[in-house]
Nanobody, 116 residues
Framework: QVQLVESGGGLVQAGGSLRLSCAASPSIFSFNPMEWYRQVPGKQRELVATLTSGGNTDYVDSVKGRFTISSDIAKNTVILQMNNLKPEDTAVYYC??????????WGQGTQVTVSS
């Protein structure tokens, strides 16, 4: 079964860190690329970070230097390490991946709240 399951959200003070994980089934290699999006109520979903199977990464300007996307192949997991968090990073974060058949899958989302 093709599935993405996020974990790791929560409440943190500004300047703090959180680590989001996305467990991919049946395998992390089922998807290319893997991406993290975020969404605030009333706004469009925003692409935050991208990781390709070749190891290339890309980030939205607002998180460059603070967020890092990576993979743990042994655990079939994609990770978003978020440092120096700001209140404007508050959102529901979604993991997403595209299969070889060009189908996009989404996780259920995880809430990240950054207090000032």
């Amino acid at each position: 079964q093709v599935q993405l399951v996020e974990s790791g959200g929560g409440l943190v003070q500004a300047g703090g860190s959180l680590r989001l994980s996305c467990a991919a089934s049946p395998s992390i290699f089922s998807f290319n690329p893997m991406e993290w999006y975020r969404q605030v109520p009333g706004k469009q979903r925003e692409l935050v970070a991208t990781l390709t199977s070749g190891g290339n990464t890309d980030y939205v300007d607002s998180v460059k230097g603070r967020f890092t996307i990576s993979s743990d192949i042994a655990k079939n997991t994609v990770i978003l390490q978020m440092n120096n968090l700001k209140p404007e990073d508050t959102a529901v974060y979604y993991c997403s991946g595209i299969t070889v058949r060009r189908l996009r899958y989404w996780g259920q989302g995880t809430q990240v709240t950054v207090s000032s």
